[in-house]
């Protein structure tokens, strides 16, 4: 684990003004991370777009005064009803549909399809709980866990249409001491979460490219 960070003077004037979008379907506890962490740099959370109703990440972004977003129920008089999927990601469009920085995926539980990905290839963040390429898709550290690794890991990385395979932005490892409960080792991988991902967020928001040598 890295020591408290402190971005520098400058990188923290770069921050000011940029705006994240945040989709999340759980308890949002990352979201919150990011909201504490990066908000005092001047990033705006400009919305956050939760697919589950009633999901606590949405309690945190009221409490958090962030503008939330969940699908609108289809009319009952649709004929024929939209298929669900379509129906979620024609909202996930609208969403999307305003200025933003950066996409971060927060325990946003649904596959984005190619056609939200591909316009906006590169922007889009997603942090999962492993050392990938090692443990993608559902149950990660339970896996890792079962299968007795001695480290375990968190990965940041840019979302492509392909799940948990997208270029890596920042990854970090922690030990399983012998004995620990699995329950133990999650609290720490969510603990690791949270000082990983404003980060790797932070950094992504504001290391534009270098200009060319002269
Ligand atoms: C985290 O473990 C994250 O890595 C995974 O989903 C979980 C979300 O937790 N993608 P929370 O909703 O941020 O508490």
């Not at 504490?36 to 939760?50: E, K, N, Q």
């Not at 972004?61 to 008089?77: D, F, M, Q």
Request: charged share 20%; proline share 12%.
């Amino acid at each position: 684990m890295t020591a408290r960070w402190t971005p520098t003077p400058s990188a923290s004037q770069q921050a000011r003004g940029k705006r994240v979008l945040v989709m999340g379907s759980g308890s949002g506890s990352n979201f919150e991370a990011l909201f504490h962490t990066l908000s005092p740099h001047g990033i705006v959370f400009a919305g956050l777009f939760c697919d589950k109703p009633g999901a606590y990440i949405l309690e945190r972004a009221a409490r958090l005064g962030v503008p939330s977003t969940t699908p609108p129920p289809i009319p009952p008089e649709t004929d024929p009803p939209p298929h669900p999927k379509r129906h979620l990601n024609d909202a996930v469009m609208a969403f999307l549909d305003q200025p933003f920085d950066a996409l971060v995926l927060a325990g946003y539980m649904r596959i984005l399809p190619t056609r939200v990905v591909t316009p906006y290839a590169g922007k889009i963040l997603n942090i999962h709980p492993s050392k990938l390429p090692d443990y993608p898709g559902l149950h990660a550290i339970r896996k890792a866990y079962n299968a007795g690794e001695s480290r375990i890991g968190v990965t940041v990385h840019l979302v492509t249409p392909e799940v948990d395979a997208g270029p890596i932005l920042g990854q970090e490892t922690i030990s399983i001491s012998p004995g620990e409960s699995l329950e133990a080792v999650e609290t720490r991988v969510h603990a690791l979460e949270h000082e990983l991902y404003p980060r790797v967020v932070f950094d992504f928001l504001t290391q534009a490219p270098q200009p060319a040598e002269q």
